[in-house]
C-alpha cells in the first residue's frame, strides 16, 4: 500500500503505518519482525526466551532482513538487563519496549542514545508512573488478550489510559482488522498492537499443525488460567491445561521443579541467578515462593507447543480474537488488509451526518 497513515507514535519510531507486532516469546523472531518491519509496521523481537548472545545474533539477522525500524522486547527484572540495554544502544536498536515497568534508569539512558522506550502497561496509574519517568509511549493490554493478561476490557481500559498521559498510547487486546484500528484511533490510541494475529502469518514460525489448531479455536476457545505460572494468563482450551486446572499444588510444583531444570539446561543460567530472578519477580507482587517456582513453567510449556508443536504437553498462549480468525496471510498482505480496511472505515464514517431534531408540534419553521 503506498499511502500512509500517520499518528503520533508513527512520528516516534519513523514507521508508515501504526501497526505493532508484538514481543511474544518463541514466536517473534527475526523472520516475521524483519517482515513486519518491511511491510512497514513495527516489528518487536522477543528476548525474555533468549540468551544475551542469542539476542546478539537476532538483532544482527534483523538487520539484514530490513533497513527499516525495529524493536526489542526486554525484561526489566533480568539479571542481565544492563547489559542487554547496553546492547541495544550499540545496535542502534530504534525502539525498547518492555513487558515490565523498566528501571528509571534504564528509560534515561536508553533514550539519552536515542532509543525510544515504550513499557507496556495494565492500568492508567502505571501508564502516569512511567511517563513521569520519560518514557515515550506505551503499549496497553485489555483482557482479551493473550499470555498475562489482566480483567478489565480494552474498550474500557485504553480510553482510562489515554486521558491520564500525554504520550502516544498503543492499543491492545482484541485487535486484527482495520474496523479495530480505527475504533482505537478514535477513543484517542495512536496505533494498535496485535500477537496472536501475527503469529498467524505465513512469516511466524510457529509450527503449522500448531498454526490449525488455533485456526480451528472459536470465540470460546480461550481461558484465563492462574495455573500455569500463578498470574493470569490467557491461553488455547487444551487437555493439558484441563490437567493443570485439576492437578493438586504438589503435583503441579513437581511438574515446576522439572521445567525449571530444563529451562536452566536451555538458557545456561546458573541456579544463582535463577534465584536472583526470582527474587526480583517477587519483589513489590503479593507472589508466594511457590508461585515464583511456578514461574518456571511458562516458558518452557510454551516452548513445547510453539516450538517443538507439542500441543498434547505444551501451553499455547492466544487472544480471544482467535476465534475471528480463519487465515494465514503474508505480513505485507495483512498490514495492507488492515489499512486498506481502515481507509473504508473513514469514509463509510465522513459520510454520516448529524441529522436535524424535529420541530415540536404546532411550531413554524421561522419561529
Not at 193 to 216: C, H, I, N, W
Not at 320 to 335: E, F, H, K, M, R
Request: charged residues 20%.
Amino acid at each position: 500500500m503506498d499511502n500512509l497513515m500517520e499518528t503520533a507514535f508513527t512520528r516516534l519510531v519513523g514507521v508508515r503505518f501504526p501497526v505493532v507486532q508484538t514481543g511474544m516469546g518463541w514466536v517473534a523472531g527475526p523472520r516475521l519482525v524483519g517482515a513486519v518491519a518491511q511491510a512497514g509496521g513495527l516489528g518487536i523481537l522477543a528476548s525474555a526466551t533468549m540468551t544475551y548472545d542469542e539476542l546478539a545474533k537476532a538483532i544482527a539477522e534483523t538487520k539484514g532482513r530490513t533497513d527499516k525500524p525495529f524493536g526489542v522486547n526486554l525484561r526489566a527484572d533480568a539479571v542481565d538487563a544492563p547489559a542487554r540495554v547496553d546492547l541495544l544502544i550499540r545496535e542502534g536498536v530504534k525502539v525498547a519496549s518492555f513487558a515490565l515497568a523498566p528501571k528509571k534508569e534504564f528509560i534515561s539512558k536508553l533514550k539519552d542514545h536515542g532509543v525510544v522506550v515504550v513499557p507496556s502497561v495494565g492500568a492508567a496509574r502505571h501508564a502516569e508512573k512511567v511517563a513521569a519517568w520519560g518514557a515515550d509511549a506505551v503499549i496497553v493490554q485489555g483482557g482479551e488478550g493473550g499470555g498475562h493478561t489482566g480483567p478489565v476490557a480494552t474498550t474500557l481500559l485504553l480510553p482510562s489510559v489515554v486521558d491520564s498521559v500525554d504520550i502516544p498510547v498503543v492499543a491492545a487486546g482484541g485487535f486484527f482488522d482495520g474496523r479495530g484500528l480505527m475504533a482505537a484511533l478514535s477513543y484517542g490510541a495512536a496505533g494498535i498492537a496485535m500477537g496472536t494475529r501475527f503469529l498467524l502469518t505465513q512469516e511466524s514460525t510457529v509450527p503449522d499443525e500448531v498454526k490449525r489448531a488455533y485456526l480451528e479455536r472459536g470465540l470460546d476457545g480461550t481461558v484465563v488460567s492462574t495455573r500455569v505460572d500463578g498470574m493470569p494468563h490467557r491461553v488455547l482450551r487444551t487437555e493439558l491445561v484441563d490437567k493443570l486446572e485439576r492437578s493438586g499444588r504438589i503435583r503441579g510444583l513437581a511438574a515446576a521443579v522439572r521445567n525449571a531444570t530444563r529451562f536452566r539446561a536451555l538458557t545456561k543460567l546458573s541456579w544463582s541467578a535463577m534465584v536472583r530472578e526470582g527474587l526480583a519477580m517477587r519483589h513489590g507482587k503479593e507472589l508466594s515462593w511457590s508461585q515464583v517456582i511456578m514461574a518456571a513453567n511458562t516458558p518452557m510449556l510454551l516452548r513445547s507447543g510453539l516450538v517443538e508443536g507439542n500441543t498434547d504437553a505444551g501451553v499455547l498462549a492466544s487472544g480471544q480474537v482467535v476465534g475471528l480468525l480463519d487465515d494465514l496471510p503474508t505480513c505485507a498482505d495483512l498490514i495492507d488488509a488492515i489499512m486498506a480496511q481502515a481507509q473504508e472505515t473513514a469514509e463509510r464514517l465522513a459520510t454520516l451526518r448529524r441529522v436535524p431534531s424535529p420541530s415540536p408540534p404546532g411550531s413554524s419553521p421561522g419561529a
